[in-house]
């Protein structure tokens, strides 16, 4: 197990009702903005749950966060913060409300050009403002994290930050709010934690036991839960279920002394700021074709992600190893399809001119070295992109 | 799954060479007290480690923290911090000390009697003196929790407490140091945290498909680890794994919507403050017995603890569903012996005249109503012992 240094001071309020209990967790004198999206919250009754609880102590409201939150919105945001003397933010929404509410804590307290906290990945924050979450659409994690990613569609930019001063203070999950979300979301909150563990787990082994038999137990329930709920969307259990997952898939936890990989979101990142497909089926499209193109890289880790999380062994799969790893691959894929979430490219209706857009566009990133050795340069990523054709 | 609060904010330092780190942890200008027990640490090089890093800022030591720490010890130590106007203290040692340091922590803000820290349970804590640890001796867990127990031998009592201001701001972690430890601390190491878990699973079914994985998940690498360790104790990946385990096994988190039982560790207690056995011999006489009197509330978790641990299946153990349920308790009973702790009374000397001395021990400490569902009655206590002859 590698060195590490671990530290996640964020409370989580779980379940049925939760809401009511932020009251206590909101500094009495607090002046408090709302942050959220597009109205959604109007329509399950979060907005109507948070009224009741905080009545009017909530100072100011900001709404309009896009889905993949845009720098120009957030900078609007920071602007009312400073105009309404807003001391303590309350988010209400998925991750890009969390996200967002991250850069607009972390910007109204930074001194110079907002813009500098993403090019700088967030090494420059030496303070934010303090932020709950009420979360409603478990998928990206960042409820139960310091990482935020922010879009800029002019320069087709989607950059992330991360500071230890931008954990929530707290987060409540009520798996009810997610009764009535869209199926397209459900698939979201099961693909997204999935490859969130995948970027943690399939790598290389260092000797971490442990550490893999936990990514392995989240990807499993993932796998056992995701398909019920998928068919029977209205079960709270099984919403529950999938609403912690999510969260413990990038908690930080799981990444604790082991190598991790990312590069799936970063050319996943690409296609979204050009294409706008959803981020899920980004990773969808990328991690197969990863896999495949990096399978000797992944060797060992693969042979025992595919035993553990599907049954693949040499007595189930005769053959070679490398027979064994495409099984595996093939599994993974028809998980995420089965899931809603198709794995081309050109089921996205994209095409080799597509390959060619986002390789440029991680050049432009400086996104040459990715992978947990390095390794990816542009040259693989290619190879990657082409191979999801 | 069950409605839960979750939060822990104690920052992990794991790895070899990291007591370096915590000159950083602590504040500048602090009055540092260090607290230790009998001086292995000067043996070990923790000591000069310590003293390394932290060299003058260190005002006051207190050293003596027994195993099972004594409530007059611990008093004695208070009266040193409010002498030498300490405001930090650095504990150093196994979960004694760190135990100890606890209470301490606590009892040196409290106004009143300190005992009644111990009757409310921690309730009544409002506030406690910051404190980091470094960890020596990986088993109960106390490094990431806020939970402590304390001996009054005088009264024949072990009592616990906790309290949110108990979590410790930093602990390292570092497993070299372990490498010394005796077999006997090995056992220890790997019977307490299997217990642990398995007091937060090993109930009934509340559909927390992720919380049993997670469990079954720190079980698994116990046991695949364990055995590794005791044949091979100066490997330092399986000492990091086994200490990760012991700190992951009793940190909340496996415990998050799920019902608890405990009672094996009530009961034991008792008999580690009778006779004085370690904790760990205590659960490894208690559990199985516990096991095989409650069978029956706990058959549907037990069935799934033998197949996802054990590999006991319909096809692996043809027959009853109450001979899977035997087999599993004996394959249990089974590790516990290989390990190095035996799972009978009569194996430390201790015979029926024993079960009528802890059952008194229970009565007068009010331990009537124990259990995930609090009907272990001091009749199904009695029924527990006596299986456990």
Not at 80 to 89: M, T
Not at 229 to 240: I, S
Request: hydrophobic share 40%; aromatic share 6%.
């Amino acid at each position: 197990m590698n060195n590490f240094s671990y530290h996640n001071p964020t409370r989580i309020l779980f379940g049925d009702g939760q809401i009511a209990a932020i009251a206590a967790e909101i500094p009495e004198l607090a002046r408090i903005m709302l942050v959220y999206g597009g109205g959604s919250i109007k329509r399950n009754h979060v907005y109507e749950q948070i009224q009741e609880t905080l009545g009017e102590r909530i100072v100011s409201e900001f709404s309009g966060i896009e889905a993949n939150p845009e720098y120009s919105t957030l900078c609007k945001a920071v602007t009312q913060v400073k105009a309404d003397k807003i001391d303590f933010l309350l988010a209400a929404g998925g991750g890009s409300v969390i996200d967002g509410t991250k850069f607009i804590a972390a910007a109204a307290q930074f001194n110079g050009e907002p813009w500098d906290i993403l090019l700088q990945g967030g090494r420059n924050v030496t303070s934010a403002l303090p932020f709950g979450c009420i979360l409603t659409l478990p998928a990206t994690g960042s409820e139960m994290n310091a990482g935020s990613v922010v879009n800029r569609s002019e320069m087709k930019a989607k950059m992330s930050f991360g500071s230890e001063h931008c954990f929530p203070q707290f987060s409540v999950l009520d798996p009810t709010t997610t009764l009535t979300l869209p199926e397209r979301q459900l698939t979201n909150g099961i693909v997204d934690p999935f490859v969130h563990v995948i970027e943690q787990y399939l790598t290389y082994p260092v000797g971490a036991d442990l550490q893999d038999r936990l990514a392995e137990a989240v990807l499993q329930s993932i796998v056992e839960t995701g398909p019920k709920a998928l068919a029977d969307p209205q079960n709270y259990e099984l919403r529950a279920n999938l609403m912690w997952c999510a969260t413990m898939a990038l908690n930080g936890l799981l990444r604790n002394g082991v190598p991790q990989d990312w590069s799936t979101h970063m050319i996943g990142h690409e296609l979204t700021a050009l294409y706008g497909l959803d981020h899920a089926q980004t990773l969808a499209v990328v991690l197969p074709a990863n896999l495949r193109v990096r399978k000797d890289a992944k060797r060992e880790k693969l042979l025992q992600f595919g035993e553990r999380l599907w049954g693949v062994t040499e007595t189930s799969h005769p053959g070679s190893a490398d027979e064994r790893i495409e099984a595996i691959i093939v599994k993974t894929e028809e998980f995420f399809i089965a899931m809603g979430a198709p794995t081309r490219l050109a089921d996205y209706g994209l095409d080799e001119s597509a390959v060619d857009a986002v390789i440029k566009q991680l050049e432009q990133h400086n996104m040459v070295a990715l992978g947990e050795k390095k390794d990816v340069t542009l040259d693989v990523s290619r190879q990657i992109l082409m191979a999801a054709l």
